[in-house]
């Protein structure tokens, strides 16, 4: 229990982790992105502000001759050239006079340097002095010294750039805490969403461990939506299904199988006890005590072989290959007129090709044929087996009863079919049958002629094992198809199975 919490808290964690990352990065990224750009914008902007005012100052100096007294910030009336460097930049001017002297200080004041003495005393009007970085009362400034020329002295210009500097930190700051709440935020909604999703996990893999511990198939698997994970929960419940059915029929094969051994086994220890005392038997007794002991030595062989072939059921390894089933039909026909003496004929109609297992078809063919043969002992009718395929350019529809397609005209009474009726696929089957001039079999015993060990009333003094119309059931379903066994209209069986047509096995 505590392993499988600490696998579901771990896949819990990893969505949680996984997408509070990619939100983080995303976040990260857009954040980084937005803030860069908006930080280039605005020192981008102050720095072509302070350029344009700067250039502007350069060109008044050079077009007039200018005092230091006419940059005066005591000008009442606001029109002169002072006012045009503050109105549009909010900047901080200092008047110099000749030689560097400070004619009318900045607020806050500014720093002059040897520099700056050099460009008041220049004669020429315009020059330029540059100041990226310069320390201000604790602020810091860009600062320019133009020329007035003629020696007059110079105009300082600075712009302080420490303020946007701060307002470029405070962003950064809320940037920083809106990606951390964006973080928090994506976490608790990949924990909820992996918690979502990991609840049904937990319900199937629950429902695992239970199994694997108890070794119950009959577990329900709960199930709800219809995403991948139901898909997954649908499956695993029909996996179960499929497995708790295959265990019973192993089960029930082997009380079966135990229940048929117990009396071939017992009459053989009955025997065996005799030969004890075989010479005190007459020649007629040996004889008889004898055949006995062949007779009950072959019918459990093949019992033993009857059963290892059931028990195989659909895991037979051999490959599907196309063949013919009239023709496959006409070679048991041969062995078995050898066999029994018996005239048996087969006829064939419609396009009776398929994909099949050749040994495992010929198998159930041939248990009909001696079925048949079997229960009508001493009959002198022909045994017949009927083929019947599709026309070429027929386009019939699925098999829907068992006195349908060759047998429609045939049959006139009561019939049955095991399994499923009909094809599972878009092409008609290949039926084949098996009719017979016995003494039939009953309403009662129709419905239970395929299954494993059932012999009728009438039929337990005769050989056989009671598994041969349950091979044809197994091997009918492993090629898609049905058994069915009905009365025979004047006396007799009908008695076969259908094959899956043209379409093949998977």
């Known amino acids: 229990m505590r392993r499988r919490l600490r696998q579901v808290s771990s896949l819990r964690a990893t969505f949680t982790v996984s997408f509070a990352a990619v939100a983080a990065a995303v976040t990260v990224l857009v954040g980084f992105l937005s803030y860069d750009a908006a930080a280039r914008l ?12 700067v250039q502007d100052l350069r060109d008044q100096v050079r077009e007039h001759p200018l005092h ?8 009442l009336d606001h029109d002169g050239p002072l006012n045009d460097i503050i109105r549009p930049s909010r900047t901080d001017v200092q008047v110099l006079g000749p030689g560097g002297v400070i004619v009318d200080h900045g607020v806050p004041p500014l720093p002059v340097d040897g520099r700056d003495r050099a460009v008041a005393g220049a004669a020429e009007a315009g020059g330029l002095m540059e100041h990226k970085d310069v320390d201000v009362t604790g602020d810091r400034y860009r600062l320019a010294t133009v020329s007035l020329g003629g020696g007059r002295g110079a105009v300082q210009v600075a712009q302080q750039f420490s303020d946007t500097e701060d307002l470029l930190r405070e962003l950064q700051q809320r940037t920083v805490l ?35 511990r108890t070794g119950r198939l009959g577990i329900q698997v709960p199930v709800t ?8 929960g649908r499956s695993f419940d029909r996996m179960l299904g499929r497995l708790a059915q295959s265990e019973e029929d192993q089960r029930r094969l082997v009380q079966d199988a135990g229940h048929e051994l117990r009396t071939p086994l017992t009459s053989l220890r009955t025997n065996i006890s005799m030969l004890r005392r075989i010479d005190e038997l007459p020649p007629d007794a040996r004889e008889e005590l004898v055949a006995d002991l062949a007779l009950e030595s072959r019918e459990l062989t093949d019992l033993v072989n009857e059963l290892v072939a059931l028990a195989a059921g659909r895991s037979d390894t051999e490959p599907v ?16 007129r050898r066999r029994t003496g018996r005239d048996i004929t087969v006829r064939a109609t419609g396009d009776t090709a398929v994909d099949g297992r050749p040994t495992a ?9 001696e079925n048949a043969s079997k229960f009508d002992r001493g009959g002198t009718a022909p045994i017949e087996v009927v083929v019947t395929g599709p026309g070429p350019t027929d386009n019939p529809a699925p098999l829907t009863s068992p006195t349908s397609s060759a047998t429609s005209a045939a049959s006139g009474a009561s019939a049955t079919s095991v399994g499923s009726t009909g094809s599972t696929g878009g092409h008609a089957p290949v039926r084949v049958e098996v009719l ?7 309403d009662d015993d129709l419905v239970r002629v395929f299954d494993r060990f059932y012999r009728a009333a009438d039929a337990r003094s005769l050989p056989g094992s009671g598994l041969g119309l349950s ?6 379903a492993a090629h898609g198809g049905t058994p069915f066994a009905h009365p025979r209209k004047g006396g007799g069986t009908v008695i076969g199975f259908t094959v899956e047509g043209a379409q093949g096995l998977d």
Do not use: H, K
């Not at 605005?42 to 005012?53: G, K, N």
């Not at 230091?68 to 000008?75: C, K, L, M, R, T």
């Not at 939506?225 to 997954?232: P, S």
């Open 42 to 53: 605005v020192r981008v902007d102050q720095q072509t502000v302070f350029a344009e005012v």
């Open 68 to 75: 230091p007294g006419d940059f005066a910030s005591s000008d």
């Open 178 to 212: 809106l990606v951390g709440a964006v973080v928090i935020a994506a976490g608790l909604f990949g924990w909820w969403l992996a918690r979502r999703i990991t609840r049904r996990l937990v319900r199937l893999a629950g429902a695992a461990e239970d199994v694997a």
């Open 225 to 232: 939506g219809y995403d991948e994970v139901a898909r997954l």
């Open 321 to 336: 290959r196309r063949l013919d089933l009239a023709e496959l039909a006409e070679d048991v026909a041969v062995v078995a």
């Open 361 to 369: 078809l010929q198998r159930a063919v041939s248990n009909l044929v």
């Open 436 to 442: 017979d001039r016995g003494p039939g079999i009953g």
């Open 471 to 476: 091979i044809v059931r197994e091997i009918s």
